[in-house]
């Protein structure tokens, strides 16, 4: 495939958007739409092909949480050229998010999670148009976070805040890809609607096992690669989604089961 494709360094990419006093990202779009790819995107092409980086870069994802799970998503949705990102959080790093979150260092202690998770993208991928909203997603907010996004990718920490989550996706008839975390223990899945998976999140507690077992490293590196997994898999139309189901890894015992809530 890769001989068919004409790749476009970045820089001509750059010398391109100038020359047609476009954004960079249109370029991006207008070499796609010729059959064409920026080089950055070379390594999709073998699991997306154009149509499904192009796909990507015509989308509009909302992250909410920008902490353990959020920081990696944000990161991984930017370099796989998903083209326009809204970030929430109303929380700020503080010394015991070093841990785990990505996009913490010892200098952004105090900062809004949201605004240095919308500066690394910025850094990582001047293509994607990112917006941080510095702010909690509440009843009177989230139908318009949610509104006009293609996919939904739930990182918080609680309950009450994921079930306003999934009221305003299933409104929206948006699709919701939950994460969670805890210790060892995670889950992913995807959420299309009140039954099943949006059922089971009805009934989870405000707060889960991460207060009793923390959240080393580690687990939510391996829960957000899930979730980018299946979001890319939602914006780019690609069979073997999480749909209605829940995956769920215990990493310490190394077991994987895939549940039908």
């Not at 790819?37 to 499904?52: F, H, I, K």
Request: hydrophobic share 40%.
């Amino acid at each position: 495939m890769e001989g068919e494709v004409r790749f476009y360094s970045l820089r001509e990419v750059e010398e391109m958007a100038e020359a047609r006093g476009v954004t960079r990202r249109e370029a991006e779009e207008a070499i796609l739409e010729a059959g064409g790819c920026p080089e950055r995107y070379r390594r999709n092409l073998g699991t997306l092909g154009v149509q499904g980086q192009l796909r990507l870069l015509r989308s509009k994802a909302l992250v909410v949480g920008c902490g353990g799970l959020g920081g990696y998503v944000a990161e991984m949705l930017a370099r796989a050229g998903v083209g326009s990102l809204i970030l929430a959080d109303g929380d700020v790093f503080s010394d015991n998010n070093l841990n785990r979150q990505l996009l913490c260092r010892e200098e952004d202690l105090g900062r809004p999670k949201a605004q240095v998770a919308a500066e690394r993208v910025a850094a990582v991928n001047r293509a994607v148009d990112v917006r941080a909203f510095c702010g909690y997603v509440r009843e009177d907010n989230a139908d318009s976070l949610v509104a006009g996004c293609q996919v939904v990718v739930d990182c918080l920490d609680n309950g009450s805040s994921r079930r306003i989550l999934r009221d305003a996706c299933s409104r929206n008839l948006v699709p919701m890809v939950h994460g969670a975390i805890g210790g060892f223990y995670a889950q992913v899945g995807v959420v299309t609607g009140e039954g099943g998976l949006g059922a089971f999140i009805e009934a989870m507690p405000d707060r889960g096992e991460e207060v009793r077992l923390g959240n080393p490293p580690f687990t939510p590196a391996f829960a957000a690669a899930l979730e980018v997994c299946e979001a890319l898999k939602v914006l780019t139309g690609l069979g073997g989604s999480l749909q209605g189901k829940l995956l769920w890894a215990d990493l310490g015992a190394h077991q994987f089961m895939r549940l039908e809530p």
